[in-house]
């Protein structure tokens, strides 16, 4: 992949070459990883937000976990067996 860039531009990352990085590549792979980190971010936030006002609240304690996870091994056990009859 090449990537074009103003002057300006390319002047910046050999700058940024010279603090630290080895590569032009390696720059511009640092930056999209930390924009796939703060999308991740967002869209959490996002979640977090949505959760927040959907409603009421429920308590999460001992007794939401257990029953959470006997209802998660209840639909475990259900699709096995569905999945044992095809």
């Known amino acids: 992949m ?8 390319k002047e ?21 990883r930390e924009d796939q ?5 967002e869209k959490l936030d996002a979640l977090l937000l949505e959760g ?8 999460v304690d001992s007794k939401f976990w257990s029953d959470l996870k006997k209802e998660a091994f ?3 056990e ?3 067996k569905t999945s044992a009859r095809k």
């Not at 050999?14 to 511009?28: F, M, N």
């Not at 980190?37 to 971010?41: C, P, Y």
């Not at 927040?52 to 308590?59: I, K, Q, T």
């Open 2 to 9: 090449n990537v074009s860039l103003p002057e300006e531009l």
């Open 12 to 32: 910046y990352v050999e700058a940024q070459i010279k603090r630290g990085y080895s590569t032009p590549s390696e720059y511009v792979r640092e930056l999209i």
């Open 37 to 41: 980190k703060r999308r991740a971010r």
């Open 52 to 59: 927040l006002n959907s409603g009421e609240s429920s308590p």
């Open 74 to 76: 209840a639909k475990l």
């Open 78 to 80: 259900t699709r096995k």
